[in-house]
């Protein structure tokens, strides 16, 4: 019940409304009644809040399916890494979840085993590479040991791009492209595929950043 109170109009308009309506003398029902509408009203602007929250997921995922498509990629994977919610400082752990993901025929899911994983060093600093210049590129061969390059491996997966998308405070949104026959990838196709991110990326935060307070 309080929860659905506190979406409800400016308290000093509801106290005015109720005063005029005992000043008037109103019955016991007429009171209910508004108190009905009230409750009414707040469930129906929780209903669109809702109905755009469902809008703008469809929306990532579209995108995602979008970028899969066009870069014929194996696996689109949009995830969050954070500290786990704790005070930021040096020596605390972080950890990257998946928050949505699309995948073709040749990959399986990631979602619920990469939740609250923490990150080894080798995955801090593909990150940091990300954070500083907004993109990287991976080629498993080329990996060191760690959590990623078994993850990979475990997959089948030859080569990623990982693309920033949002850094905001206590949180860090990013893209991670995956192919399972990336060696076969020509210069020329990794332009185009390159370019075919980009708008993607720009397409996603839109729909992020929409959703910040």
């Known amino acids: 019940m309080w929860e659905a109170v506190s979406s409800l109009p400016n308290w000093s308009v509801i106290i ?3 005063v005029s309506i005992l000043t008037t003398g109103s019955t016991l029902n007429t009171i209910t009644s508004f108190w009905k509408w009230l409750l009414e009203r707040s ?4 209903g669109e809040k809702m109905g755009n929250v469902i809008n703008e997921v469809a929306k990532i995922f579209s995108h995602l399916n979008q970028i899969m498509a066009e870069c014929n990629a194996s696996h689109v994977v949009l995830l969050k890494a954070s500290n786990g919610g704790s005070i930021p400082r040096p020596g605390c752990k972080l950890y990257s979840s998946v928050i949505y993901e699309v995948y073709g025929p040749s990959s399986t899911s990631v979602l619920k085993s990469w939740q609250d994983q923490p990150l080894d060093q080798q995955y ?3 990150l940091m590479d990300v954070k500083q210049h907004g993109e990287t590129q ?8 760690g959590i990623l390059r078994n993850l990979y491996l475990s997959k089948g997966i030859k080569m990623s791009k990982v693309v920033k998308l949002l850094d ?3 949180a860090f949104y990013y893209l991670s492209i995956v192919w399972a026959h990336g ?3 020509s210069e020329e196709e990794l332009g185009r595929i390159d370019n075919i991110i980009r708008v993607g ?3 996603i935060f839109s729909v992020l950043k929409k959703g910040q307070p």
Do not use: Q
């Not at 469930?43 to 929780?46: A, R």
């Not at 991976?138 to 040991?145: A, K, L, P, Q, T």
């Open 138 to 145: 991976i080629i498993i061969d080329e990996m060191d040991e």
């Open 43 to 46: 469930d129906n602007k929780k």
């Open 168 to 170: 905001i405070e206590g």
């Open 201 to 203: 990326k720009n397409n």
């Open 124 to 126: 801090i600093h593909m």
């Open 183 to 185: 060696d076969s990838i």
């Open 16 to 18: 005015i409304i109720l």
